[in-house]
Structure formats: structure tokens, C-alpha cells
């Protein structure tokens, strides 16, 4: 029988890192505005539309690392575990991080855009969790697993439902049409930069390489 915690502690350390990341980053939040009063995580972390015009284009990356509360926290925490999870069988930690930042930033530009005078703290794990269900799609679409209450299903009919269900969740807590398009954006992010790399990788010429035996036997 599987161990989901051995699992997790078996990723690589750059998969592990993120976790662990995203896992301590809403208790130490709670803990310095309850015990500290102090608001360090959210004037550094948080995405305020207005400082990133200013030239804090790191929120731009940052804001995503930090859950906006806790039901998010705890949803957002068990979709990023199973889906690295998931992508760790194919994916360097390199990759994955890299992947992670470029939906979050593209997930970022329609509030930076529609909201460019705003200066509230917005934190959200939207714009990476639906880039890494499209991941999930685009590598594995054609297996099939069981939902409970739905049965068998393809990896992308699951992808779907919880694109959706996330979608539906953020669009009527507090994200609103601003936050689903956010979500949207890196999710579309995510699959044109698979999409792209799958046709560098198709587009380069083949090579010949000379064989060492083969040049020995010659000899």
C-alpha cells in the first residue's frame, strides 16, 4: 500500500521545497498577525497592483506562495501534493519551479492591468493550480483513473471537473470575474508553454552521431 507522506518526502528536493514552502508560509502569516501584529509577509509577498507599477515586479511571483485563508490553504495544499505528486515522475525540480513562476506571473497581469491603482494585499494559488491540472491534462490525457462518485473517467474529463470546481469556488469567496480570469490566464500560461516546448522538441533536426565501436571496428 502506498504512503502518501513517504511519497511526498521521496520528491525532489526542489518539488519538496516548494511544498514546504506554501505549507509554513499561512500559519507563519497567522502567527505574526495574532502574536506579532505585525504585517512583514504581506507588504513583502502580497500583490498590490499599484507597487508593481512601481517596480515590485516580484510580487508578481510571490503573491502566489502565500494562501489568502484558510479553507484555500487547505484546498490549494492537497491539489499541490497530488499533482506534484503526479508531475515529479517526468519533471526535473528545475522545470516544475520555472513552470510554477511563468503561470503565475502571466496569472498575475489582468489584476496588474484592470486594477493598476489598487493597493490591497491579494495573495491566490489559482493561476498554478490550473496550470498544473493543464500539465496533468497535456502529459497524461489518454490514462484513466476512478472518481469517487463518477467512476472511471480520463485524466482529462478529472482535469476538467476540477478546473471547474476550483474555478466556481474562487469566483464566489472573493476572487471574483478578476480572480477566475487570473486563474485562467495561468492555466492557458501553462499549456502554451508545454505546447511550445513540445514543438522545439519536434522541430529540431536529427543528428548523426559517430559510434566509438563502430570506429574502432573500421580501424
Request: with cysteine; proline share 4%.
Amino acid at each position: 500500500m502506498n504512503n502518501p507522506v513517504r511519497n511526498i518526502f521521496s520528491l525532489p528536493k526542489g518539488m519538496l521545497l516548494f511544498l514546504a514552502i506554501y505549507t509554513v508560509s499561512f500559519p507563519v502569516f497567522l502567527i505574526e498577525h495574532a502574536a506579532a501584529h505585525t504585517f512583514v509577509l504581506e507588504q513583502w509577498l502580497a500583490l498590490s497592483p499599484v507597487r508593481v507599477w512601481n517596480g515590485e515586479v516580484w510580487r508578481m511571483l510571490t503573491y502566489s506562495l502565500v494562501a489568502p485563508g484558510v479553507l484555500g490553504w487547505a484546498v490549494n495544499l492537497f491539489w499541490f501534493g497530488t499533482l506534484v505528486l503526479i508531475l515529479a515522475r517526468d519533471w526535473s525540480s528545475m522545470r516544475f519551479w520555472l513552470y510554477c513562476m511563468v503561470s503565475a506571473f502571466v496569472g498575475a497581469v489582468p489584476i496588474v492591468l484592470f486594477l493598476p491603482r489598487a493597493d490591497v494585499p491579494i495573495f491566490s494559488a489559482g493561476a498554478i493550480i490550473f496550470a498544473l491540472l493543464a500539465a496533468w491534462d497535456r502529459l497524461y490525457h489518454r490514462e484513466r483513473l476512478i472518481m469517487i462518485g463518477f467512476g472511471e473517467v480520463s485524466v482529462r474529463q478529472a482535469a476538467i471537473f476540477i478546473a471547474v470546481i476550483n474555478g466556481v469556488i474562487a469566483f464566489f469567496s472573493c476572487g471574483g470575474w478578476l480572480g477566475l480570469l487570473s486563474m485562467m490566464c495561468g492555466g492557458a500560461a501553462g499549456w502554451l508553454y508545454l505546447w511550445i516546448g513540445a514543438k522545439r522538441v519536434m522541430s529540431r533536426s536529427s543528428r548523426t552521431v559517430q559510434s566509438e565501436r563502430v570506429a574502432r571496428l573500421e580501424l
